[in-house]
């Protein structure tokens, strides 16, 4: 007979292979090949070294692109085939995306500049890719909370936390947390945790911290991920989810 901890542990393997099928994506986090913050001008894009803005991929893309106009937090594309369009930053619609064989690249805003992130379907990140390990399950770490519109509740290890999420409007919620094992067992800017939602209002969640998860930033050092806020520093080692990956500590 499967017991409970045994369903549970199946439902933790099926969690864990879709989040590294996610993660080798062909737009992945494990694609991400460049960041560059860019100035007001028009740039060219491509390959080639005469451009401004340098891509990979060179011999498996076009050399020179186009060129790209950015004025304060405004982008428009001139594509090398004559068309023009804006970009919207921080969209991921296919027509705020350039895309020409296997890279592409996106204008992100950030802290009031703009910044160009570059992906590449073979950077070395996603070809070169080992997998994540996890700590062993603990049913233990699946923590009861209350969610009371801004902030989740609980108890852990005798002790009450409000944690904050990044935006309490969004479902799933997505926390970053830190503990004891940050920087050592585990990579030291915080893993995430996104939680379901039962429904819009106040009432009971669960933080399964067992599905705490390496942000981008500890595969790549282009992604620009969020620390935890000093409410989500947790005093205990949590030993569940994914363990540091590499040598992005």
Same mark, same amino acid.
């Given at each position: 007979?499967?017991?409970?901890?045994?369903?549970?542990?199946?439902?933790?393997?099926?969690?864990?292979?879709?989040?590294?099928?996610?993660?080798? /994506?062909?737009? $992945?986090?494990?694609?991400?090949?460049?960041?560059?913050?860019?100035?007001?001008?028009?740039?060219?894009?491509?390959?080639?070294?005469?451009?401004?803005?340098?891509?990979? $991929?060179?011999?498996?893309?076009?050399?020179?692109?186009?060129?790209?106009?950015?004025?304060?937090?405004?982008?428009?594309?001139?594509?090398?085939?004559?068309?023009?369009?804006?970009?919207?930053?921080?969209?991921?619609?296919?027509?705020?995306?350039?895309?020409?064989?296997?890279?592409?690249?996106?204008?992100?805003?950030?802290?009031?500049?703009?910044?160009?992130?570059?992906?590449?379907?073979?950077?070395?990140?996603?070809?070169?890719?080992?997998?994540?390990?996890?700590?062993?399950?603990?049913?233990?770490?699946?923590?009861?909370?209350?969610?009371?519109?801004?902030?989740?509740?609980?108890?852990?290890?005798?002790?009450?936390?409000?944690?904050?999420?990044?935006? /309490?409007?969004?479902?799933?919620?997505?926390?970053?947390?830190?503990?004891?094992?940050?920087?050592?067992?585990?990579?030291?800017?915080?893993?995430?945790?996104?939680?379901?939602?039962?429904?819009?209002?106040?009432?009971?969640?669960?933080?399964?911290?067992?599905?705490?998860?390496?942000?981008?930033?500890?595969?790549?050092?282009?992604?620009?991920?969020?620390?935890?806020?000093?409410?989500?520093?947790?005093?205990?080692?949590?030993?569940?989810?994914?363990?540091?990956?590499?040598?992005? /500590?």
């Amino acid at each position: 007979m499967t017991t409970t901890t045994e369903t549970a542990q199946q439902a933790q393997q099926a969690w864990h292979q879709e989040r590294l099928r996610a993660l080798q /994506a062909p737009d $992945g986090w494990l694609t991400l090949a460049g960041l560059i913050w860019l100035e007001d001008g028009l740039h060219t894009i491509g390959p080639a070294a005469d451009c401004a803005l340098q891509l990979p $991929g060179a011999g498996r893309c076009p050399d020179r692109w186009g060129r790209l106009q950015i004025q304060g937090l405004t982008a428009v594309w001139h594509d090398a085939d004559g068309s023009t369009r804006p970009l919207q930053p921080n969209a991921t619609g296919p027509d705020d995306i350039v895309q020409k064989g296997p890279v592409s690249f996106m204008v992100l805003a950030r802290d009031g500049a703009l910044a160009l992130r570059i992906k590449d379907s073979a950077a070395d990140t996603r070809t070169g890719f080992q997998g994540t390990t996890l700590f062993p399950f603990n049913p233990a770490l699946q923590i009861p909370a209350h969610w009371d519109g801004a902030q989740a509740h609980c108890d852990i290890d005798g002790r009450h936390y409000a944690l904050r999420p990044q935006n /309490a409007e969004a479902d799933p919620l997505h926390f970053v947390i830190g503990d004891a094992t940050s920087g050592s067992l585990s990579y030291g800017g915080g893993r995430f945790l996104y939680v379901p939602r039962a429904s819009r209002a106040p009432g009971p969640i669960l933080l399964d911290l067992n599905r705490c998860i390496n942000p981008p930033c500890a595969f790549t050092r282009y992604a620009l991920c969020p620390v935890p806020p000093p409410e989500n520093r947790l005093h205990v080692a949590v030993l569940a989810g994914e363990t540091n990956y590499g040598d992005h /500590a």
